[in-house]
């Protein structure tokens, strides 16, 4: 098992920066995909983008690259999520999901709202 815990929403306006993290226990990561998901109001579930931990491949949904970065720190097992110039319609709740060939885990989310 692996356990994933989400921190770092909040409330921010429009063209802000926010920085989420996702702290990772339980199994060792090195053969884990960790990726990074939202859900807006609403709406379905959506890949945002994700990093191999063996490596630090990433790759992100076109509608955030050039403004989202995800990246990790191995010492303290937690992925992060950089959000820049954000928009209203990133708003969303962003989960964190770890895996090998399928996301097995996940965590319970931090909600974002961007106002406008």
């Known amino acids: 098992q692996v356990q994933l815990v989400e921190s770092g929403g909040g409330l921010v306006q429009a063209g802000d920066s926010l920085r989420l993290s996702c702290a990772a226990s339980?199994?060792?990561?090195?053969?884990?995909?960790m990726g990074w998901f939202r859900q807006a109001p609403g709406k379905g579930r959506e890949f945002v983008g994700q990093i191999a931990w063996s490596d630090s491949k990433t790759r992100y949904v076109d509608s955030v690259k050039g403004r989202f970065t995800i990246s990790k720190d191995n010492a303290e097992n937690t992925v992060y999520l950089q959000m820049n110039s954000l928009r209203p319609e990133d708003t969303a709740v962003y989960y964190c999901?770890?895996?090998?060939?399928?996301?097995?885990?996940w965590g319970k989310g931090t909600p974002v709202t961007v106002s406008s």
């Open positions: 999901a770890a895996g090998t060939t399928t996301y097995d885990f």
């Open positions: 339980g199994r060792t990561l090195s053969r884990y995909i």
